[in-house]
């Protein structure tokens, strides 16, 4: 049994010159291939087109108080639901987030 087993580029006796060959003809198929199959526009969305006398669409904001009020209901979630469950998931019993005056740790804005 040969020691390169089955792998043909192993192989001492190959024909490096007709190794080569095949590769290129392999190479250039694959590129002839790519050539020939045309970019397919249909696959991407068609662009909207506004009228520039469109009158621009605002939404309104809440109030700053009531974009307040729902950020804490978020991190109420986060620290009631999202964080024991994470934390029972991967066993560990207490979190410490240790954090400088102006160097807070990045978790502690998301949460």
Request: charged share 20%; proline share 12%; aromatic share 8%.
């Amino acid at each position: 049994m040969a020691l390169h087993g089955t792998n043909p580029w192993l192989d001492p006796t190959r024909d490096p010159v007709t190794t080569m060959a095949k590769l290129r003809t392999a190479a250039l198929s694959a590129l002839l291939l790519l050539l020939a199959v045309p970019a397919v526009p249909a696959l991407a969305q068609a662009p909207v087109v506004v009228p520039p006398e469109a009158p621009a669409r605002y939404h309104d904001l809440p109030p700053v108080r009531e974009q307040a009020k729902e950020m804490q209901v978020w991190v109420e979630q986060r620290l009631t639901k999202v964080l024991p469950a994470l934390m029972s998931e991967y066993g560990a019993d207490m979190w410490i987030l240790s954090m400088r005056e102006y160097g807070e740790d990045p978790v502690f804005w998301s949460m």
